[in-house]
């Protein structure tokens, strides 16, 4: 192919790439250990919902009675919400929306590769502000930078990813405050958090977009559900460059038995998470040539001596992590929290390697 053929933004373009998992236990993309459709009052609300709904009608374009759903679930109006193909694509809404070529995009490092990924392919300079030691995000800098440049769009994930940090709902507000545009706060984990989102702020900012997702607490990673909450005007414009049809009628019942069952199902699904995140953080905290790094999320960052070392030893032991080959994140890995048994497992392993370094 003709090189020449491609935007000029994507011609040395690196794209982001999910490995091929060759494991068995698999804790490296922040899923769920729980099957949605293993609650049985779930799958029947679900089967009953697809029983009414002929595969042969498009779907409701705007999800309209997801939308409601999801509204009274975090505490909107249903026009303050859109629903897209995971997180990921309302992300890509937002960054096709607001950014022109030459635009900036601010955020911090490390975090979630796809803001800056998303801005570049669109030709929009990203800029970061460096957490600092501890994966501590470096508030003054951050806030600073905003004032400073005005960018078009800033990106805050809290609780992050990877680091698992939450900021007080005071600091994020203050970011939203000091912005003329786009602020957005990308809230994945923020269920397992157990703090307040900035969608309580909601009315008082026109510039605040919130992405939320049904991926990691409800366990509907495979099933794609993300939502975006915005004021009225924001969602309407966000709307501008969504695909038509973009939410399929699997996902959208699939959401709907999910929001049926919300309070059940985060009661079943998060404290067994926290409980399993707090033995392996304990376990850990004392092996020598270890850190563990605070969390509030379901996964925990831990850097080692030798990163390629510490998964290839995992990878003996059939467990699949997430590792990172940037240089802020050199040696760490990143450890899906699931079951006590996993925990266990991987708890093993780790200390087991780390005693090579002693």
């Known amino acids: 192919m003709n090189n020449n053929w491609l935007r000029n933004t ?27 459709f293993d609650f049985p009052k779930v799958k029947a609300d679900f089967l009953e919902r697809l029983a009414k709904t002929p595969s042969y009608h498009y779907p409701d374009p705007f999800a309209e009675e997801l939308r409601a759903a999801l509204a009274k679930y975090v505490g909107c109006q249903p026009q303050e919400v859109l629903v897209g193909n995971g997180g990921d694509e309302i992300i890509s809404l937002i960054m096709n929306t607001f950014l022109n070529p030459g635009d900036t995009l601010l955020t911090h490092t490390p975090t979630f590769d796809i803001y800056g990924i998303d801005a570049e392919v669109l030709g929009a300079k990203v800029v970061t502000v460096s957490d600092l030691d501890g994966y501590r995000r470096n508030r003054d800098g951050l806030l600073a930078k905003v004032k400073e440049l005005q960018p078009k769009v800033t990106v805050l994930c809290n609780p992050n990813n990877p680091t698992g940090e939450l900021l007080p709902l005071d600091y994020v507000e203050s970011l939203v405050q000091a912005a003329d545009n786009i602020v957005v706060v990308d809230e994945a984990y923020l269920e397992f958090a157990g703090a307040p989102s900035i969608i309580t702020k909601l009315a008082q900012y ?30 309407d414009a966000l709307g501008l460059t969504k695909l038509v049809y973009n939410m399929n009628i699997l996902s959208q019942n699939a959401a709907l038995a999910a929001m049926d069952y919300a309070d059940d199902i985060l009661a079943h699904n998060i404290p067994p998470t926290l409980a399993a995140r707090q033995h392996f953080m304990d376990a850990l905290k004392d092996v020598p040539n270890l850190t563990v790094y605070p969390s509030a999320t379901n996964f925990v960052l831990v850097r080692v001596p030798d990163g390629p070392a510490m998964v290839k030893a995992l990878h003996d032991a059939d467990i699949c992590v997430r590792s990172y080959k940037a240089a802020d994140l050199k040696n760490c890995l990143r450890i899906t929290i699931t079951t006590d048994d996993v925990v266990r497992r991987v708890v093993a392993v780790m200390t087991e390697e780390a005693k090579k370094y002693a």
């Open 206 to 235: 026109d510039n605040l977009i919130v992405i939320r997702t049904l991926s990691k607490a409800f366990g509907l990673a495979g099933c794609r559900v993300g939502y975006g909450v915005a004021q009225k005007e924001v969602i």
């Open 10 to 36: 994507i011609r040395s373009f690196e794209p982001y790439v999910v490995p091929e998992i060759r494991e068995h236990t698999v804790i490296n993309a922040n899923e769920s250990p729980y099957n949605l």
